[in-house]
């Protein structure tokens, strides 16, 4: 992952540069003495020196992901995956050559060029950075970064030089998806507690709300979803339309018997009488 990254700023900056035939090196090395003193051409480089969290970013939640094109299987159960985490990249950017003024002239035309992009634009991605879920976004010069450069310098046993940050964040997603039941009946019962007790107490109950999920398919092909079917329990009120995978809920009713309704785009409405809680969660029709 982070390999594809570094080779992304590398196609960036050739081409925005741009850098022909090879006259210009762009390393990924450690800027140490012993490394400096065998460059033998112009060099860019980017030294990455940390890898952390974004916690301004962070979203550790799960989040529904679309159909995974197992047909009917898609209808009875959602997909859930949990959201990625979001990591900066900070790199340190020097420019290496013989002459100050060539060096300088090296580090103004990379600054320009990272300048330009900072969101890295798509044409460039390389390898996994083409499927990241978000824009990788850049921060270049950042005021709050490498603030005593004379410390890493002296840790890497080499000459001070002028240093500029360069992060990039970037999504690692170690998650997998999984599928969970499609929920057909939800019932909420409330009422009072005793306290150190189980169970609601006799006589302080409410009449218990269930809210109903079912699927409209079509009639000739029933692993195909109908979408923006209007559906609705007749005499309560009660409106929705389907979703993307047919999908509707309906609530929040009492215990009983009802008529379920959906209206084609063409033909007379159908109706199907339910009982609410069903024992076996059918409240599915086909059109």
Same mark, same amino acid.
């Given at each position: 992952? @982070?390999?594809?990254?570094?080779?992304?700023?590398?196609?960036?900056?050739?081409? #925005?540069?741009?850098?022909?035939?090879?006259?210009?090196?762009? %390393? $990924?090395?450690? /800027?140490? *003495? #012993? =490394?400096?003193? *065998?460059?033998?051409?112009?060099?860019?480089? $980017? $030294?990455?020196?940390? !890898?952390?969290?974004?916690?301004?970013?962070?979203?550790?939640? =799960?989040? %529904? @992901?679309?159909?995974?094109?197992n047909?009917?299987?898609?209808?009875?159960?959602?997909?859930?995956?949990?959201t990625? $985490?979001?990591v900066?990249?900070?790199?340190?950017?020097?420019t290496?050559?013989?002459?100050?003024?060539?060096?300088?002239?090296?580090?103004?035309?990379?600054?320009?060029?990272?300048?330009?992009? /900072?969101?890295?634009?798509?044409? *460039?991605?390389?390898?996994?950075?083409?499927?990241?879920?978000?824009?990788?976004? !850049?921060?270049? &010069?950042?005021?709050?970064?490498?603030?005593?450069? &004379? #410390?890493v310098?002296?840790?890497?046993?080499?000459?001070?030089?002028?240093?500029?940050?360069?992060?990039v964040?970037?999504?690692?997603?170690?998650?997998?998806?999984?599928?969970?039941?499609?929920?057909?009946?939800?019932t909420?019962?409330?009422?009072?507690?005793?306290?150190?007790?189980?169970?609601?107490?006799?006589?302080?109950?409410?009449?218990?709300?269930?809210?109903?999920?079912?699927?409209i398919?079509?009639?000739?092909?029933?692993?195909?979803?109908?979408?923006?079917?209007?559906v609705?329990?007749?005499?309560?009120?009660?409106? &929705?339309?389907?979703?993307?995978?047919?999908?509707?809920?309906?609530?929040?009713?009492?215990?009983?018997?009802?008529?379920? !309704?959906?209206? /084609?785009?063409?033909? /007379?409405?159908?109706?199907?009488?339910?009982? !609410?809680?069903a024992?076996?969660?059918?409240?599915?029709?086909?059109?």
């Amino acid at each position: 992952m @982070i390999a594809d990254l570094d080779e992304t700023i590398r196609q960036l900056l050739i081409a #925005e540069i741009p850098i022909r035939n090879g006259e210009i090196d762009i %390393k $990924f090395d450690q /800027p140490k *003495r #012993e =490394w400096s003193a *065998r460059l033998t051409r112009p060099t860019i480089n $980017f $030294f990455l020196y940390d !890898v952390r969290e974004n916690v301004i970013l962070r979203r550790h939640q =799960w989040e %529904k @992901i679309g159909a995974d094109g197992n047909g009917g299987a898609a209808l009875r159960a959602a997909r859930l995956k949990r959201t990625p $985490f979001r990591v900066d990249c900070h790199y340190m950017m020097t420019t290496w050559a013989t002459e100050p003024e060539d060096e300088h002239r090296l580090l103004s035309a990379s600054l320009m060029a990272l300048f330009r992009h /900072p969101v890295l634009p798509e044409e *460039r991605l390389v390898g996994g950075m083409r499927n990241q879920p978000y824009e990788l976004q !850049v921060r270049l &010069a950042s005021h709050d970064k490498l603030t005593n450069p &004379a #410390e890493v310098w002296g840790a890497l046993d080499n000459e001070i030089r002028p240093s500029i940050s360069y992060i990039v964040t970037l999504a690692l997603d170690p998650w997998v998806d999984i599928s969970i039941p499609f929920a057909r009946t939800v019932t909420l019962r409330t009422g009072q507690m005793a306290p150190g007790q189980e169970g609601l107490l006799p006589g302080a109950a409410n009449e218990p709300l269930t809210t109903i999920s079912g699927t409209i398919v079509d009639k000739s092909r029933p692993d195909e979803p109908r979408p923006g079917v209007q559906v609705a329990i007749k005499g309560t009120g009660h409106f &929705a339309t389907t979703d993307a995978q047919g999908r509707f809920r309906l609530g929040s009713l009492l215990d009983g018997e009802y008529t379920l !309704v959906a209206w /084609p785009q063409t033909g /007379p409405p159908l109706e199907k009488k339910i009982v !609410v809680p069903a024992p076996n969660g059918d409240y599915d029709l086909a059109l």
